[in-house]
T-cell receptor, first 112, second 114 residues
Framework: AQTVTQSQPEMSVQEAETVTLSCTYD???????LFWYKQPPSRQMILVIR??????QNATENRFSVNFQKAAKSFSLKISDSQLGDAAMYFC?????????FGKGTRLSVIA | DTGVSQDPRHKITKRGQNVTFRCDPI?????LYWYRQTLGQGPEFLTY????????KSRLLSDRFSAERPKGSFSTLEIQRTEQGDSAMYLC????????????FGQGTRLTVV
């Protein structure tokens, strides 16, 4: 079964600085997708960024980018120029032939 | 609002009572998912539908849980004889196709069993 591991329960970053959230996953599938979701205190999950496993180029969405290392099964999220509104739970998620599997999340605090 | 809608947002019930939650997905989405999330944890998959067909159920979904999507539109999740361990946030999500596009989540139903 596919598993997703987020080893950082909590992280903090100074406003305007950069932070990297870690994620590793385990799978035997060759075709899959990876996601980072954000869950603010209001609890609605919002997609931050998506990476297709067959693409070697790392995905980028404005201040958010990923470092996808397929051989290492690693998928980290980098947030640049952190803003107060980035404070939230961040979940790494995997899907291949099964519905989304989530990690336990990383709580990100942004310090003004 | 064309997002995923869940009702109610909050539900407090006594142990042993039955509860039913509703999810209205984004209209053109044929896949609908139910997840359960407890405090400090990531969402755990419960079940999903493609149109009206229930394609997969997690081992987390005991016999007390049942989900339906009768016309391939909205879905209901019923919990019979609720237990305190059922207290959690129940999240619904929908997507066009699994994996190839993102899943859109509703705001969830917070269940408290007292």
């Amino acid at each position: 079964a596919q598993t997703v591991t987020q080893s950082q329960p909590e992280m903090s970053v100074q406003e305007a600085e950069t932070v990297t959230l870690s994620c590793t996953y385990d799978t035997s599938e060759s075709d899959y997708y990876l996601f980072w979701y954000k869950q603010p205190p209001s609890r609605q999950m919002i997609l931050v960024i998506r990476q297709e496993a067959y693409k070697q180029q790392n995905a980028t969405e404005n201040r958010f980018s990923v470092n996808f290392q397929k051989a290492a099964k690693s998928f980290s999220l980098k947030i640049s120029d952190s803003q107060l509104g980035d404070a939230a739970m961040y979940f790494c998620a995997y899907t291949g032939n099964t519905p989304l599997v989530f990690g336990k999340g990383t709580r990100l605090s942004v310090i003004a | 609002d064309t997002g995923v809608s869940q009702d109610p947002r909050h539900k407090i019930t006594k142990r042993g009572q039955n509860v039913t939650f509703r999810c209205d997905p984004i209209s053109e989405h044929n896949r609908l998912y139910w997840y359960r999330q407890t405090l400090g944890q990531g969402p755990e998959f419960l079940t999903y539908f493609q149109n009206e067909a229930q394609l997969e159920k997690s081992r987390l979904l005991s016999d007390r849980f049942s989900a339906e999507r009768p016309k391939g539109s909205f879905s209901t999740l019923e919990i019979q004889r609720t237990e305190q361990g059922d207290s959690a946030m129940y999240l619904c999500a929908s997507s066009v196709l699994q994996g190839r596009t993102e899943a859109f989540f509703g705001q969830g139903t917070r269940l408290t069993v007292v």
